[in-house]
C-alpha cells in the first residue's frame, strides 16, 4: 500500500511539474537575407513548431546578421548568448572535421538525393556529435547548390579558372579544393563579398543561385557558370542548455517540426533556382552550362581532395559511400 502510494505521489509530482511548465520562447539568428532559403527554413520551422506544440514553443526570427554573422552566430548559440540559429555546416567543421561529408565536391547528385542524405542515418551521426559543443542539431536543410560567378568573362574551362581570385567560406576543406582547381581561393566573411566583388578585390565567388538573388550579386557579377560543386547546407541549432531546460513534450514538437520540414524546404530551394535561373536571363546575364570535358576536369581536380578527406573520419567515409549510391532523379 505504501509503494503504491508512494508511485502516486510521484505521478501526481510530475503531473504537476509538467502541467506548470511554462511556455518558451526562442530568439533564432541567421546570416542572411530574408529572400534566402535560409530565412525560408526558419520561418517554416517557426510555423511547424508553434503549431505542433500548441504555441507552447514559440520562435522569434532575427534575419539579415542582427544578432551576428556566420561566425558569430556559430559561437553565439555554442556558448549560449543566442538560443538557435540556421547556420551553414561549414562554419562548424572546425569543430567536427566529419561536418566536411556534407559538402564533398560531387558528392550529392541532386536535390532529391540532397533530401535522402540530410535524412539519413550517417547525417545523424555527424550531427550527433555537435553536442560534445554545446549544440543540438536538430536538422539540416539547404541553402543551395553551388555554382561560379565571375565579374569579368564566363568561364567554360578549367583553365578559364586559372588564378581568379575568388571567394570560398573560410573552410580548410574548400580551400583545398579550390587550390587543386587552380584558382587563387580567397577566404571572406559572407557579409564582405558584395563589396569585393565591387571594388575588384575578387575575380568570382564560388556560390549559390538563391545569394546571388537575394545578396543581388547580380548587380555586379557577369556571368555564372553551372559548375554544381556541392550543396550549401544549414544546420538548425539549439544551444543545449537551453534544450535540455525544455521539457520533454517541448522537446518532441521541436525534433517533430524540424524533421518534417526537410523534404518542403529543400525542394523549394530547387524551384527557386529556377526562378533565378530566369531573372539571370532576363538580366542578360549568361548562364553556361558545362560542357563535358569541363565537368570531367572539374571532377579529376578535386578527386584527391574528395579520398583525403573521406580518410579524416570514418563518419566522413561512411556518408560519402552512402551518397555514391544514389541515383540521380529523372528530371
Known amino acids: 500500500m505504501r ?30 537575407f530574408e529572400a534566402h ?46 538560443d538557435m540559429t540556421v547556420n551553414s555546416t561549414s562554419a562548424y567543421a572546425t569543430l567536427e572535421p566529419a561536418i566536411d561529408a556534407f559538402q564533398l565536391p560531387g558528392a550529392i547528385p541532386d536535390y532529391e538525393g540532397f533530401v535522402t542524405m540530410a535524412k539519413s542515418a550517417e547525417a ?43 571567394r570560398v567560406a573560410p573552410n580548410r576543406m574548400f580551400l583545398d579544393a579550390w587550390s587543386a582547381v587552380g584558382v587563387n581561393p580567397t577566404p571572406m566573411a559572407y557579409g564582405e563579398v558584395y563589396s569585393a566583388l565591387e571594388t575588384g578585390t575578387l575575380d568570382a565567388v564560388e556560390i549559390n543561385l538563391t545569394s546571388i538573388e537575394s545578396e543581388k550579386y547580380y548587380e555586379i557579377g557577369k556571368a555564372v557558370t553551372l559548375t554544381g560543386q556541392y550543396f550549401w547546407p544549414g544546420f538548425l541549432l539549439v544551444n543545449k542548455n537551453k534544450f535540455d ?30 526562378k533565378v535561373l530566369k531573372r539571370l536571363d532576363e538580366l542578360g ?22 579520398e583525403q578527406y573521406e580518410a579524416i573520419d570514418p563518419l566522413i567515409a561512411d556518408f560519402s559511400a552512402k551518397a555514391k549510391m544514389l541515383t540521380p532523379a529523372a528530371q
Open 285 to 306: 546575364i549568361p548562364v553556361v552550362t558545362p560542357s563535358d570535358a569541363f565537368k570531367a576536369e572539374l571532377a579529376a581536380a578535386f578527386a584527391p581532395v574528395v
Open 245 to 274: 531546460s525544455l521539457t520533454p513534450e517541448q522537446q518532441a514538437a521541436m525534433r517533430q517540426a524540424a524533421d518534417e520540414i526537410v523534404e518542403p524546404q529543400v525542394m523549394a530551394v530547387k524551384e527557386l533556382d529556377t
Open 124 to 166: 545523424r551521426a555527424i550531427m550527433d556529435r555537435l553536442e560534445n559543443h554545446g549544440m543540438v542539431a536538430l536538422g539540416v536543410y539547404d541553402g543551395g547548390l553551388r555554382h561560379f560567378m565571375t565579374v569579368g568573362e564566363p568561364v567554360e574551362s578549367l583553365e578559364d579558372m586559372k588564378g581568379l581570385k575568388t
Open 3 to 32: 509503494k503504491f502510494a508512494a508511485c502516486a505521489a510521484f505521478g501526481a509530482s510530475l503531473f504537476a511539474t509538467t502541467a506548470l511548465a511554462e511556455p518558451v520562447t526562442l530568439r533564432l539568428g541567421h546570416p542572411v
Open 37 to 82: 532559403p535560409i530565412h525560408d527554413t526558419a520561418v517554416r520551422f517557426k510555423e511547424a513548431v508553434e503549431r505542433i506544440s500548441n504555441g507552447d514553443v514559440t520562435v522569434e526570427i532575427y534575419p539579415a546578421r542582427q544578432l551576428g554573422d556566420v561566425k558569430e552566430l556559430a559561437e553565439g548559440v555554442q556558448f549560449g548568448t543566442v
